[in-house]
T-cell receptor, first 114, second 112 residues
């Protein structure tokens, strides 16, 4: 089955700096890669996703890149703000036109230092 | 428009008991997936329901079962509870033929 590795487990950055979280996946058939943000006591919130036919996607301060050859994808957050502090999860799945079960990484605790 | 809702919020059960958790999907969504999230870990896929049938299943024993109703709401049942079943149980919904899954706030289950 699919295996998703996520690094680092904890990331501390100064407010206004950029943060990068990296994930690798094992199953070359995976073609859908979402990122979720989870705040304390809440469920994961979808913040951005990318499909295997796209190399990069951007939404305001958040961007995701995908390297299919290396089976590697990354989340980039620019101009970090205190409200960006949370646990971030990457995930992967096969998507044959429907919602398949997601395989998640173990999460990155992002801390924004004021 | 209400998002995904789950009940109850918290639950405490004793080892060996049975539990039922409930989920109402986001309006317009017909597919429901269940995940287990242990403390400090990422969610793990349990199973997915579509058209009232189990469409996919993760690596969980058959103590974990589910149901989907005609209004697309869903239940997760866990029999013969073990201490290791203590976790946050998350429900996610999505529309037909769309990959995006939207999560509810979860039910925190504690088994003593």
């Amino acid at each position: 089955g699919e295996n998703v590795e996520q690094h680092p487990s904890t990331l501390s950055v100064q407010e206004g700096d950029s943060a990068v979280i990296k994930c690798t996946y094992s199953d070359s058939a995976s073609n859908y890669f979402p990122w979720y943000k989870q705040e304390l006591g809440k469920g994961p919130q979808l913040i951005i996703d990318i499909r295997s036919n796209v190399g990069e996607k951007k939404d305001q301060r958040i961007a995701v890149t995908l390297n299919k050859t290396a089976k590697h994808f990354s989340l980039h957050i620019t101009e970090t703000q205190p409200e960006d502090s949370a646990v971030y999860f990457c995930a992967a799945s096969h998507s044959g036109g429907g919602a398949d079960g997601l395989t998640f990484g173990k999460g990155t605790h992002l801390i924004i230092q004021p | 428009d209400a998002g995904v809702t789950q009940s109850p919020t918290h639950l405490i059960k004793t080892r060996g008991q049975q539990v039922t958790l409930r989920c109402s999907p986001k309006s317009g969504h017909d597919t429901v997936s269940w995940y287990q999230q242990a403390l400090g870990q990422g969610p793990q896929f349990i199973f997915q329901y579509y058209e009232e049938e189990e469409r996919q299943r993760g690596n969980f024993p058959d103590r974990f079962s589910g149901h989907q109703f005609p209004n697309y709401s869903s239940e997760l049942n866990v029999n013969a509870l073990l201490l290791g079943d203590s976790a946050l149980y998350l429900c996610a919904s999505s529309p037909t033929a769309v990959s995006e899954q939207y999560f509810g706030p979860g039910t925190r289950l504690t088994v003593t």
